[in-house]
């Protein structure tokens, strides 16, 4: 997307060399779709999910050698002109070796991966990808709408609430702590006599934090100031600190992020479609995925009514509005997108019994193996993410430990209490699950015997995925995952087609995770969400080249309408 911007940027040159006249690129989206393009770094993620795509990586893997010693030459050349990743701040002379061997590389390796590509049978996949790049790229050029006022009144409340807080942990510690300096906070707390690094020594999370740093050849810290560690502390001064860190976060990740990506009232947030390993989208500058769907409460005692409130008021998602007057955002969401495609592939008739009667699977998982509804709606979605019994233990303990930080006791955690128990509950339900749904062992087994057999596994889509000798228990999530954002960029693509189409004047302002985000007249709601609806749910036609019917469940999407904010939503009845 960022070549196609300077191809577009080369065209204002143009222009204004000739006409006086400069297109403005972010309402200019669009002009490549229909010219030549060719992107050997999608071409590269079709092939080989698993490994990287960095043009460095693919040319040592196809050439066996890369740009590495010219781009070493440029970074040490920025770095004494101290230029950090500045390539316009340097001469044509300068960036010529290494824009050559650039060129070179591409245009060797453009051939190479056009032939695995065929060899593999997915070039449909990567034409997929290649058309989605100019959704994306127009998506992006657009922007989201910013509501610049509410966003000036959040960042007074954060610049407001913020040094309340420094001074609650000031205060507590009896003199200044710098709260991002994770020795300061160790020793803030040995002076109260609580010693973080005994405590790491026996919480769930640090302890499996660290045994995952160990397997990485990665040395691990003594000590953790995570926020599992501050909750087992549970006192003033340790929920300050977690008072002070989220609001912190809220206001550099995305009052400060999006202040500097702003261009007027819009926000132009990058979309990754060749990030993850699964194939799903990444977001960054500022991460929309990622972003607060409600307030900060904060947990620390005795603040003041007014920071409390503006804290909890601070929802971050409202600042996000339709383009213009007379115009709504369409929310379209898949339901249980992951559980279905689980359906799908282990063929258990429990799942798609619940599925075709509209049934709450959680609640039937609950009824039938004598749980509660959200211990069963972790290991539902755990399993599918390839937990065992200990990362689920660890995902319901921070859970437990929330809720004990919440009912502010301000009484320091007995792990050795709590956890053993927790841990013994939770291999139960996991047993209890695994008889439950008697397909689901076979399925992991089988998944298992062709990735032995073939050293990869292919989604319905066919992408390959492949992982290291013991990782098995990924390859379900890379499958599920991997095909879920396959469908969404089927489905991407398809309603873009259509919008354009149509004329309706709505188009794509977002897409997170399993939902897409349509800027929308009004008078065109109901018309354009109807064409939406049908296009998305539409999996039972199969795609030639591209991937067979899915006639097995049925994927459902979910209708809401923003008249106002991105986050005030209100079911959409058609």
């Given amino acids: 997307k960022f070549d196609l911007r300077m191809f577009a940027f080369s065209l204002m040159d143009w222009c204004a060399d000739r006409f006086e006249w400069v297109p403005n690129i972010n309402s200019y989206p669009g002009y490549y779709r229909n010219k030549s393009i060719v992107d050997t770094m999608l071409m590269a993620k079709c092939c080989n999910t698993t490994q990287s795509m960095s043009l460095t990586n693919v040319s040592n893997r196809l050439l066996g050698y890369s740009n590495l010693p010219q781009e070493k030459v440029i970074k040490d050349l920025m770095k004494r002109r101290r230029h950090t990743n500045r390539y316009d701040m340097l001469s044509p002379q300068d960036i010529f070796p290494y824009a050559c061997t650039d060129i070179e590389s591409t245009s060797k390796i453009h051939p190479i991966l056009a032939k695995e590509l065929d060899t593999q049978g997915i070039t449909e996949l990567y034409n ?14 657009r922007g989201f709408t910013v509501d610049l006022s509410l966003f000036k009144q959040y960042k007074e409340d954060c610049r407001e609430i913020i040094p309340v807080l420094q001074d609650k942990v000031n205060s507590l510690a009896g003199h200044e702590v710098n709260i991002d300096a994770d020795a300061e906070v160790v020793q803030v707390f040995l002076e109260q006599g609580i010693s973080l690094e005994e405590i790491t020594k026996t919480a769930p999370e640090a302890k499996a934090v660290k045994e995952r740093k160990q397997a990485e050849g990665k040395r691990p810290s003594s000590v953790s100031v995570s926020k599992e560690i501050l909750y087992i502390v549970n006192n003033p001064l340790s929920l300050a600190i977690l008072d002070l860190r989220a609001v912190l976060h809220l206001y550099s990740t ?30 960054s500058d ?5 972003m607060y769907r409600t307030g900060i409460m904060l947990l620390s005692p005795d603040l003041p009514s007014a920071i409390v409130n503006k804290a909890e008021g601070i929802r971050i998602r409202n600042i996000f509005i339709p383009s213009a007057k007379g115009r709504v955002i369409i929310k379209s969401d898949y339901s249980q ?7 799908y592939y282990s063929k258990d008739e429990k799942v798609l019994s619940a599925y075709r009667e509209g049934l709450d699977l959680h ?31 660890v995902k319901q303990w921070l859970r437990l430990l929330k809720g004990i930080v919440e009912e502010r006791t301000f009484k320091p955690v007995r792990v050795d209490l709590l956890f053993p128990g927790l841990k013994a509950g939770v291999k139960k339900i996991m047993f209890d699950w695994h008889n439950y749904f008697t ?18 596994v292919r989604n319905a889509y066919g992408r390959r995925y492949s992982v290291r000798p013991g990782k098995d228990y990924i390859l379900l999530n890379y499958l599920i995952q991997g095909g879920c954002a396959d469908m969404m960029k089927e489905k991407l693509v398809a309603i873009d087609d259509y919008l354009r189409a149509s004329n309706s004047g709505a188009f794509i302002v977002s897409t997170i995770h399993d939902e897409v985000l349509i800027d929308c007249p009004e008078s065109k709601l109901r018309e354009v969400a109807k064409n939406v609806i049908r296009i998305m749910e539409d999996f039972k036609t199969p795609v030639k080249g591209l991937r067979p019917a899915f006639d097995v469940v049925d994927f459902t999407v979910e209708l809401k309408v923003c008249n106002y904010r991105w986050g005030e939503s209100e079911a959409l009845v058609l």
Avoid at 385 to 391: D, K, L
């Fill in 286 to 290: 500022p991460n929309l995925q990622n």
């Fill in 363 to 393: 609640q039937m998982t609950a009824d039938n193996i004598g749980a509660i509804r959200q211990d069963t709606k972790e290991v539902n979605f755990g399993v599918l993410y390839g937990m065992g019994i200990r990362g689920l233990s």
């Fill in 439 to 456: 397909a689901a062992r076979p399925m992991f087994n089988n998944i298992s015997r062709v990735h032995r057999v073939r050293g990869y």
């Fill in 254 to 283: 995305y009052i400060i992020g999006i202040e500097s990506r702003l261009d007027g009232d819009k926000l132009h947030a990058s979309f990754n479609q060749a990030g993850p390993v699964t194939g799903r989208f990444s977001c």
């Fill in 128 to 141: 997929q990808e290649l058309k989605l790049m100019h959704v994306v790229s127009d998506m992006e050029c």
């Fill in 337 to 343: 997108m992951e559980l279905r495609k689980f359906g």
